[in-house]
């Protein structure tokens, strides 16, 4: 079964502690993307990566931190540093970042800090 | 920076009924997409229509783009209860090695029996 998965589903956070999202995909793609969703929002970019060990920071990387280091997986770490982290982040992959490429998307993670 | 707006920001319609979402956007662009979200769920791809291009179909969707006015509209015809769902559109720019989506703000569909 070929996918993109998430966890956790919900996660919740004290203020100052750093969290990590996990995305795994199976899809054999080269890029990963992590966007953040606040509600009635659309989506917005935080960082993606192309290929392995490779990373780009999007239109909102502050606060946020990420590794590439196996291709199916680009876990998001969300820092003490992010001043408004409570938010529904989706993480998807795509068979590589040129062109414009369809992008698939994980379930999603949805994080509250307390 | 989000590049679409779509409108309307909500359409409610009875079962059967077409639904019509448009969504303009600022710069050029290389294609544009159109994403389906069930409520706190992930987005999936509907369609993909590049700036060379007028029109698409894929089963009861219809997509146009006009680059002149820039902006695309989505029509979902002969719609269902279980077409309810926000719908956003995404653009492409030529970035150089990176492609990224910029997202609209979405439109809600509620479709009711």
């Known amino acids: 079964d070929g996918g993109i998965t998430q966890s956790p589903k919900y996660l919740f956070r004290k203020e100052g502690q750093n969290v990590t999202l996990s995305c795994e995909q199976n899809?054999?793609?080269?890029?990963m993307y992590w966007y953040r969703q606040d509600p009635g929002q659309g989506l917005r970019l935080i960082y993606y990566s192309q290929i392995v060990n490779d990373f780009q920071k999007g239109d909102i990387a502050e606060g946020y931190s990420v590794s590439r280091e196996k291709k199916e997986s680009f876990p998001l770490t969300v820092t003490s540093a992010q001043k408004n982290p409570t938010a529904f982040y989706l993480c998807?992959?795509?068979?590589?970042?040129?062109?414009?490429?369809?992008?698939?998307f994980g379930p999603g993670t949805r994080l509250t800090v307390l | 920076s989000q590049q679409g707006e779509e409108d309307p920001q909500a359409l409610s319609i009875q079962e059967g009924e077409n639904a019509t979402m448009n969504c303009s956007y600022k710069t050029s662009i290389n294609n544009l997409q159109w994403y389906r979200q069930n409520s706190g769920r992930g987005l999936v791809h509907l369609i993909l229509?590049?700036?060379?291009?007028r029109e698409k179909h894929s089963g009861r969707l219809r997509v146009t783009l006009d680059t002149s006015k820039k902006s695309s509209s989505l029509l979902i015809t002969a719609s269902r209860a279980a077409d309810t769902a926000s719908y956003f559109c995404a653009t492409v720019q030529n970035t150089g090695t990176a492609s990224k989506l910029t997202f609209g703000t979405g439109t809600r569909l509620q479709v009711t029996l």
């Open positions: 229509i590049r700036s060379n291009e």
């Open positions: 899809l054999n793609h080269d890029a």
């Open positions: 998807a992959s795509s068979i590589y970042s040129g062109g414009g490429n369809e992008q698939f």
